[in-house]
């Protein structure tokens, strides 16, 4: 029997990019927000170099847009978005990251982290830099993480049908198992319209995915 979602006052996603905290944990923040919880995002880039949606015009500036719009679908009430480079979080300095979010996590009084499971699951570097920084940052002040996590059978098919390095868990591995509300989710994907109508990968994500998140404790 898996756990439902803790109660807390508080949460931090702590991200890489804008549109991970719809694309990834929108499912896990919007059953946050309806619980009472009070939902912070902390997006370390504003996701400028991706290869999508460039020519629509300046990424740097559409993407952090497209970020406050998801983030009122998701419920989430307050966004800090910071300027490191997208594709280069592993480069920058641990503590800078870690102090961030340690400020972050303060001044809206969370103790609670959410973030993408270690292995980052897409692979991309940028992510797994975010979740070592939640890390961090939670050893730092005593608190915790929850980390969001796909089935293996996921990760394998978008694998084989997309050549990705999608990294996914047993149900063993896992400590909570929630319904979410995708409709809501999706909707908050589409905010993030230079990203999300250019690929067909999130999506296939959510069909495969079914209406059920897995989380894992990283830190109790
Ligand atoms: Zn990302």
Redo the contacts with the bound molecule.
Sequence with gaps: MKESLPPVPSLLAV???P??ES??LGGILGAFADAGTRCSVLCFTSGEASTLGADGGDLAEIRPRELAEAAEVLGVSAVELLDHPDGGLAEQPLEDLTAHAVRVAAEVGSRMFLVFDEGGI?G?P??LRATEAALAAADAIGGRVLAWAIPDRVARALNAEFGATFVGRSEEEVDVAIRVDRARQRRAMECHGSQALNTPVPWRRLELTGEVEWLRYLRR
């Design positions: 991200c890489a990019h549109d991970d694309f990834g897409t991309h940028d992510h």
